[in-house]
């Protein structure tokens, strides 16, 4: 069974960095992509980055692009999200996600894609 175990939420003060972990097991075979998405209170869920099986293909939201990037470390199941510059809009509950089919991240770009799997979440809040 896909698990997904998301860490490194917490509260910093605006401009300020956090990484997010999100620990996978119970793929049958190979990696698969991997993306985050986030919920603030009163708002929709929305997808924030993707990183394909290989690394070789992400995806990023306009709101985060260049402020977030994604990375995997396949040996360890680990995929990390280095929040920086971090604004008052950026506060949410943060979830990592996957299908446990999909192998790239070219489904994100619909801007309607909700994978299977989910994580509990972390929460990250903003604030000086």
């Known amino acids: 069974q896909v698990q997904l175990v998301e860490s490194g939420g917490g509260m910093v003060q605006p401009g300020g960095s956090l990484r997010l972990s999100c620990v996978y097991s119970?793929?049958?075979?190979?990696?698969?992509?991997i993306g985050w998405f986030r919920q603030a209170p009163g708002k929709e869920r929305e997808a924030v980055s993707c990183?394909?099986?290989?690394?070789?293909?992400?995806y990023y939201a306009d709101s985060v692009k260049g402020r977030f990037p994604i990375t995997r470390d396949n040996a360890k199941n680990t995929v990390y999200l280095q929040m920086n510059s971090l604004k008052p809009e950026d506060p949410a509950v943060y979830y990592c996600s996957t299908d446990g089919v999909l192998r790239s991240c070219s489904p994100y770009y619909s801007g309607s894609y909700s994978p299977d799997y989910w994580g509990q979440g972390t929460q990250v809040t903003v604030s000086s």
């Open positions: 990183i394909s099986s290989w690394a070789d293909n992400t």
């Open positions: 119970g793929f049958t075979s190979d990696d698969y992509a």
